[in-house]
Nanobody, 123 residues
Framework: QVQLVESGGGSVQAGGSLRLSCTASRSIFSINTMGWYRQAPGKQRELVAALSSGGTTTYVDSVKGRFTISTDNAKNTVYLQMNSLKPEDTAVYYC?????????????????WGKGTLVTVSS
C-alpha cells in the first residue's frame, strides 16, 4: 500500500507556471510507474504525464513542451512542472502510482491515487 498526497495547486493567469508535488508514504524506488492525471469539469479523466522507473516518459500531446514530470527518490516525491499554462489546463490533477509498467490513458486499473489538487488558469 502507498498513500499519495498532492500539493502545489492553485490559481494562476494564463502563461504562468505551477509546480505540483506528490509525496508518497513509502519509497517510490520500487514503484514502476508514477504519473499525473487530470479531470476537467464535464470531461473524462486523462493522462497528463507518466514516468517509469526506467526513465521513460509519456506526455499527452496537449502538454508536450510545456509540462515536465520528474521524481526525487530521496524525498519519495514526484513533481509536475507546468509552464505556459492555458485556461484549458484547468482541472483537478491527481497523482497516481502503479506497480506495472502499463500506462493507462484514462487511468483504468491504476493501483494508487491521491485525492487531487485543483489547478485553475484564468485568461
Amino acid at each position: 500500500q502507498v498513500q499519495l498526497v498532492e500539493s502545489g495547486g492553485g490559481s494562476v493567469q494564463a502563461g504562468g507556471s505551477l509546480r505540483l508535488s506528490c509525496t508518497a508514504s513509502r519509497s517510490i524506488f520500487s514503484i514502476n510507474t508514477m504519473g499525473w492525471y487530470r479531470q476537467a469539469p464535464g470531461k473524462q479523466r486523462e493522462l497528463v504525464a507518466a514516468l517509469s522507473s526506467g526513465g521513460t516518459t509519456t506526455y499527452v500531446d496537449s502538454v508536450k513542451g510545456r509540462f515536465t514530470i520528474s521524481t526525487d527518490n530521496a524525498k519519495n516525491t514526484v513533481y509536475l512542472q507546468m509552464n505556459s499554462l492555458k485556461p484549458e489546463d484547468t482541472a483537478v490533477y491527481y497523482c497516481a502510482a502503479d506497480n506495472s509498467y502499463r500506462v493507462s490513458m484514462k487511468g483504468d486499473g491504476v493501483d494508487y491515487w491521491g485525492k487531487g489538487t485543483l489547478v485553475t488558469v484564468s485568461s
